[in-house]
């Protein structure tokens, strides 16, 4: 079975502070930045950045340097320097420079900033100078051929129709895209709203994540938005912005960590969890900002409370397309804890799609946008426990908020499982967003006793297990070393239709990806399930804290 693979951060005598990874370690280019950590023990003045790199793509190999230092590189880029390759410089334009042939140069896997943008008016194959920008596609019935082999792993681009009378096609030039031998199709631009997708390599195959444009439907209802995470820098009678969904460091800076609002929405139900608390009676008043201002929905944590909430309807505000949100903290009296912060609150548009995804909000770093947040499912309904032994779950705000204890000493599987609907062995579609930083949380299906367990190692691997009891190992379907994803948020689905049930795995709660033939089965492989939920492998030694953002069961 899987085991952790520690991250350690140690000083390195006068020169800096070093990251220590496991040898197998790999991370993809930052779609969204997960976290800023600095070493309080490293006293030369100089911050220690530690981005956590979360996997829209899996498998993208991108050895970072193992010291990042904030700010520009001695001299600026181009400039001499005989520093060693380990040492990289990070500045506010989310660029990465490491010393390169005696001189500052551009990281191969850092982000250029925004890019630009190549205006096409006919078919077009991708190239190296699609790579980092923007690629709009103008004529009727055009292709964009994705490049084959891929130009290099690092390489990612965004793809946009602007005909409003032809769907654009995006040929994967005999690879595949999100693991599926199919061409992928993004719609008609309708006024100003065109359809896009982002697209990533891991040098082999291509991964795009994105919404396409649908016409007007009926109403809508209110997903929720979660942010998790630690902040990152000193709380101690401090004002900082967190981001309205998403998993990066806090800033002191409100404009590093705004997201904009790609269309018109209502915000309301704002909840606060954190694992640890402030100490003392010290207070934290969390309030949500749009545009730079406060709203009314805020509330007050006072020490040693964790968690506090606003649900009063008529502190709940709309948006419009263009808006920033972001989440302010006052905190009062000295704080020496480090709490994880869980912030959600139901955000929502009015109308829904006719056919495709609606464009989803972005987290901005550094006023670069990074990634798309997309609408969640609150849990709801029955669960039960397997083997709770200790563990407890907390509902606020419309999510689950599960604690896993091991009291036994020994390896288990501890499991909050909701009743598949439909007969047994019946079809079924079951998915799950999870949140928080446990390293074998995961999702399960379970007949009562026996239970299949898919569960995620942060940025080393996805396991996929079969369980004689929540006690008893049997072994693995599969183990998929490299391709873990971000610990900040990532969806598992379990499905059964006729006579085949596959799990699979997803960034964005949208693209599915199908690691492996092995995580493809015959029907009632090894049990027939009943029950589907979280689940946890826990030992002597571990315990947890994560939260399930989005639950939703489906039988045809």
Same mark, same amino acid.
């Given at each position: 079975?899987?085991?952790?693979?520690?991250?350690?951060?140690?000083?390195?005598?006068?020169?800096?502070?070093?990251?220590?990874?496991?040898?197998?370690?790999?991370?993809?280019?930052?779609?969204?930045?997960?976290?800023?950590?600095?070493? &309080?023990?490293?006293?030369?003045?100089?911050?220690?950045?530690?981005?956590?790199?979360?996997?829209?793509?899996?498998?993208?190999? /991108?050895?970072?340097?193992?010291?990042?230092?904030?700010?520009? &590189?001695?001299?600026?880029?181009?400039?001499?320097?005989?520093?060693?390759?380990?040492?990289?410089?990070?500045?506010?334009?989310?660029?990465?420079?490491?010393?390169?042939?005696?001189?500052?140069?551009?990281?191969?896997?850092?982000?250029?900033?925004?890019?630009?943008?190549?205006?096409?008016?006919? @078919?077009?194959? %991708?190239?190296?100078?699609?790579?980092?920008?923007?690629?709009?596609?103008?004529?009727?019935?055009?292709?964009?051929?994705?490049?084959? !082999?891929?130009?290099?792993?690092? =390489?990612?681009?965004?793809?946009?129709?602007?005909?409003?009378?032809?769907?654009?096609?995006?040929?994967?030039?005999?690879?595949?895209?999100?693991?599926?031998?199919?061409?992928?199709?993004?719609?008609?631009?309708?006024?100003?709203?065109?359809?896009?997708?982002?697209?990533?390599?891991?040098?082999?195959?291509?991964?795009?994540?994105?919404?396409?444009?649908?016409?007007?439907?009926? !109403?809508?209802?209110?997903?929720?938005?979660?942010?998790?995470?630690?902040?990152?820098?000193?709380?101690?009678?401090?004002?900082?912005?967190?981001?309205?969904?998403?998993?990066?460091?806090?800033?002191? $800076?409100?404009?590093?960590?705004?997201?904009?609002?790609?269309?018109?929405?209502?915000?309301?139900?704002?909840?606060?969890?954190?694992?640890?608390?402030?100490?003392?009676?010290?207070?934290?008043?969390?309030?949500?900002?749009?545009?730079?201002?406060?709203?009314? *929905?805020? =509330?007050?944590?006072?020490?040693?409370?964790?968690?506090?909430? @606003? $649900?009063?309807?008529?502190?709940?505000?709309?948006?419009?397309?263009?808006?920033?949100? @972001?989440?302010?903290?006052?905190?009062?009296?000295?704080?020496?804890?480090?709490?994880?912060?869980?912030?959600?609150?139901?955000?929502?548009?009015?109308?829904?799609?006719?056919?495709?995804?609606?464009?989803?909000?972005?987290?901005?770093?550094?006023?670069?946008?990074?990634?798309?947040?997309?609408?969640?499912? !609150? &849990?709801?309904?029955?669960?039960?426990?397997?083997?709770?032994?200790?563990?407890?779950?907390?509902?606020?705000?419309?999510?689950?908020?599960?604690?896993?204890?091991?009291?036994?000493?020994?390896?288990?599987?501890?499991?909050?499982?909701?009743?598949? !609907?439909?007969?047994? %062995?019946?079809?079924?579609?079951?998915?799950?967003?999870?949140?928080?930083?446990?390293?074998?949380?995961?999702?399960?299906?379970?007949?009562?006793?026996?239970?299949?367990?898919?569960?995620?190692?942060?940025?080393?691997?996805?396991?996929?297990?079969?369980?004689?009891?929540?006690?008893?190992?049997?072994?693995?379907?599969?183990?998929?070393?490299?391709?873990?994803?971000?610990?900040? *948020?990532?969806?598992?689905?379990?499905?059964?239709?006729?006579?085949?049930?596959?799990?699979?795995?997803?960034? @964005?709660?949208?693209?599915?990806?199908?690691?492996?033939?092995?995580?493809?089965?015959?029907?009632?492989?090894?049990?027939?399930?009943?029950?589907?939920?979280? =689940?946890?492998?826990?030992?002597?030694?571990?315990?947890?804290?994560?939260?399930?953002?989005? /639950?939703?069961?489906?039988?045809?």
């Amino acid at each position: 079975m899987s085991r952790q693979w520690p991250l350690q951060l140690s000083a390195d005598g006068e020169a800096c502070a070093r990251i220590v990874l496991s040898p197998d370690w790999e991370a993809v280019p930052p779609v969204e930045t997960c976290g800023i950590l600095h070493n &309080p023990n490293y006293n030369s003045g100089m911050k220690l950045l530690l981005l956590l790199l979360p996997a829209a793509l899996l498998g993208q190999s /991108f050895p970072p340097p193992s010291a990042i230092l904030k700010g520009s &590189p001695p001299g600026g880029a181009g400039a001499s320097c005989s520093a060693a390759p380990s040492i990289g410089y990070l500045n506010t334009s989310a660029q990465i420079y490491t010393c390169s042939g005696g001189v500052w140069t551009l990281y191969s896997g850092s982000s250029s900033g925004g890019g630009t943008v190549n205006a096409y008016v006919g @078919d077009h194959t %991708g190239g190296a100078g699609d790579c980092g920008n923007w690629a709009t596609m103008s004529g009727s019935s055009l292709t964009f051929t994705l490049p084959s !082999p891929p130009i290099s792993s690092t =390489c990612q681009f965004a793809i946009q129709n602007l005909s409003t009378g032809s769907a654009l096609t995006i040929s994967r030039n005999g690879l595949t895209i999100n693991g599926d031998a199919s061409d992928y199709s993004i719609p008609a631009r309708s006024g100003s709203t065109a359809g896009e997708v982002m697209c990533w390599t891991d040098g082999t195959n291509y991964f795009c994540s994105g919404g396409a444009a649908g016409a007007a439907g009926t !109403p809508g209802g209110s997903g929720i938005t979660v942010y998790s995470g630690l902040a990152g820098i000193t709380l101690t009678s401090a004002t900082v912005y967190f981001p309205f969904g998403g998993g990066s460091g806090a800033s002191a $800076t409100e404009a590093n960590v705004q997201s904009h609002v790609q269309s018109a929405s209502s915000v309301s139900n704002l909840g606060i969890d954190m694992s640890v608390s402030l100490g003392g009676t010290n207070t934290g008043v969390f309030t949500v900002r749009k545009n730079g201002s406060d709203t009314s *929905l805020t =509330c007050t944590v006072t020490a040693p409370s964790l968690t506090c909430s @606003d $649900t009063t309807s008529g502190h709940a505000f709309t948006t419009a397309a263009g808006d920033t949100l @972001d989440v302010k903290a006052v905190f009062t009296g000295t704080i020496s804890s480090t709490p994880v912060f869980v912030i959600n609150a139901q955000a929502g548009t009015s109308s829904g799609g006719g056919g495709g995804t609606p464009a989803p909000p972005y987290l901005t770093i550094s006023s670069v946008p990074y990634g798309p947040i997309f609408a969640l499912t !609150p &849990p709801s309904g029955t669960f039960s426990w397997l083997n709770q032994n200790g563990s407890s779950v907390t509902t606020p705000n419309n999510s689950q908020v599960l604690s896993i204890v091991n009291t036994s000493g020994t390896d288990h599987l501890t499991c909050y499982m909701q009743a598949i !609907p439909g007969a047994a %062995g019946a079809d079924y579609t079951a998915q799950i967003a999870l949140m928080g930083n446990q390293n074998a949380m995961g999702a399960g299906i379970s007949d009562g006793t026996k239970v299949i367990l898919v569960y995620n190692q942060p940025n080393v691997q996805t396991v996929f297990q079969k369980w004689n009891s929540t006690t008893s190992f049997s072994g693995n379907y599969y183990a998929a070393s490299n391709m873990g994803y971000p610990s900040s *948020l990532f969806w598992i689905q379990f499905q059964q239709s006729g006579a085949t049930r596959t799990m699979k795995l997803s960034a @964005d709660g949208v693209n599915w990806v199908l690691q492996s033939t092995s995580a493809s089965v015959s029907k009632d492989d090894f049990l027939t399930e009943t029950m589907f939920g979280a =689940c946890m492998e826990t030992n002597a030694s571990t315990a947890g804290l994560f939260s399930v953002v989005s /639950f939703k069961m489906t039988n045809p």
